[in-house]
Structures are given as structure tokens and as C-alpha cells.
């Protein structure tokens, strides 16, 4: 069994996986786990998007030291790169990536990323191996599952919407 960076364990055992009847344009964020389910020790994934960070300073502390306030926000531009490594160059293993033993015997020795981005969580959560098993898995803690399924919903559905219009436009 890896082993797990200290205090993740609890946090981890505490987040459930999105259903399959999950995934909106103005999304609020999220911040997902994304669990990586195969066997490749160097998985990454690059996707268009990214995650904005704007800090705006909203006052100063009893010492006079400025505070900020952080807003993130999902955008298009860019490019959102995961890294699903579980060990670093020389074979050892990255304890901070690995799921803690009490996540559930699937997910143990698993590696994941946080991914924060509406659009890339939906992108992990429809992968599936050639064999249809899924490839990763999403965690989201239950206060954002119903946010995220909102979105997975309006997307399949937008889709689906686009294949009948398209198939409208073929037949004539």
C-alpha cells in the first residue's frame, strides 16, 4: 500500500463520486478530486481552459499587512494541464498525489489532481477506457455534486439538441 501525506486521509474518506447521471456555461466553481484509474505511472492530461485567479486587495490586517480577496473564475483561453504522475523521476513514490487507504479499496494508491474547472470535471467524468470502464473518477463533496450534475445535464442535453439539429439538416 503507498503511502499517504499526513492529514489527507480524513478530507479524502469524506468526498463520494459523482453518479453517472451527472454535468452551465456561468458555472460556479467547484473544486473536484480527480482520481486517476489506470495503471500508467506518468498519466497527464492537457486541456483547453483554464482556471483565472484575480486578487483584489480588500483591506488591511491588525498588523497593516493588506488582505486580499481571491476570484476565480473558469475561462477558455489557455490551457489546464493534470498531472497524474504517482512517482517523481527517479521511481519514488509522490505521497502528496496518492488516495489515503480510508478513501475506499478502489481508490487506494490511486493518484489524483484537483481540477476547479466546470468544463474539464464534466471532460473526467465521461472518459471511459476503450473497454467503456470509466478512466477517472470524481470526487466532489456532496454540497457541489448537485451543481456539477446541473451542468453535466445542460451539456448532454445541448448536445443532444445539436446532433437532432444537425440530423434535420442532413435528411433535407
Not at 109 to 127: S, Y
Request: glycine fraction near 6%; charged fraction near 30%; include cysteine.
Amino acid at each position: 500500500m503507498a503511502p499517504v501525506a499526513a492529514g489527507k486521509a480524513k478530507m479524502q474518506a469524506a468526498e463520494v463520486e459523482l453518479g453517472d447521471n451527472t454535468l452551465r456555461p456561468e458555472a460556479p466553481m467547484v473544486r473536484c478530486r480527480v482520481v486517476y484509474m489506470g495503471n500508467n505511472r506518468n498519466r497527464s492530461v492537457a486541456l483547453p481552459g483554464q482556471v483565472q485567479v484575480t486578487k483584489t486587495q480588500t483591506g488591511f490586517d491588525e498588523k497593516d499587512q493588506p488582505t486580499y480577496e481571491e476570484v476565480r473564475r473558469a475561462i477558455d483561453e489557455g490551457i489546464q494541464s493534470y498531472d497524474f504522475s504517482s512517482h517523481d523521476s527517479i521511481g519514488r513514490i509522490i505521497p502528496e498525489r496518492i488516495m489515503a487507504p480510508e478513501s475506499g479499496n478502489e481508490y487506494t494508491g490511486k493518484p489524483f489532481a484537483w481540477c476547479e474547472h466546470i468544463d474539464h470535471i464534466r471532460w473526467f467524468h465521461l472518459q471511459r477506457t476503450a473497454d467503456g470502464a470509466k478512466e477517472f473518477r470524481v470526487l466532489a463533496s456532496r454540497a457541489d455534486q448537485p451543481l456539477i450534475q446541473d451542468h453535466v445535464r445542460r451539456f448532454m442535453s445541448s448536445r443532444e439538441r445539436q446532433d437532432s439539429d444537425f440530423e434535420n439538416i442532413a435528411s433535407r
